[in-house]
Nanobody, 123 residues
């Protein structure tokens, strides 16, 4: 499956952004999907993941209550709604499809990755 992330940008602290991830090539609904992020000098970290149907979600503690992951299987698109953004949310955000342990939060369990979209939150 090919993944294309978009929607990043520069926003002030407290603002909002909506990331999208368009999928193509294979049946999108067959994959648990996740969002990860990587800040300069840091390892890639889990942000959120969503089950095949969208009925189950999980979030990193750092974004819980501020970010919402969702998917539209009819449109082959994954979303990440980000509210109350903080400077520490600044990172490149990646969408990914799980190919190993389906409900994992570990990057190594995700075999397909988008190219990343930059999110910068100014203070």
């Amino acid at each position: 499956v090919q993944l294309q992330a978009s929607g990043g940008g520069l926003v002030q602290a407290g603002g909002s952004l909506r990331l999208s991830c368009a999928a193509s090539g294979r049946t999108f609904s067959e994959y648990v999907m996740g969002w990860f992020r990587q800040a300069p000098g840091k390892e890639r970290e889990f942000v959120a993941r969503i089950s095949w149907s969208g009925s189950s979600t999980r979030y990193a503690d750092s974004v819980k209550g501020r970010f919402t992951i969702s998917r539209d299987n009819a449109k082959n698109t994954l979303y990440l709604e980000m509210n109350s953004l903080k400077p520490e949310d600044t990172a490149v955000y990646y969408c990914a499809a799980a190919t190993r342990t389906p409900m994992s939060t570990l990057p190594e369990d995700y075999g397909y990755w988008g190219q990343g979209t930059q999110v910068t939150v100014s203070s």
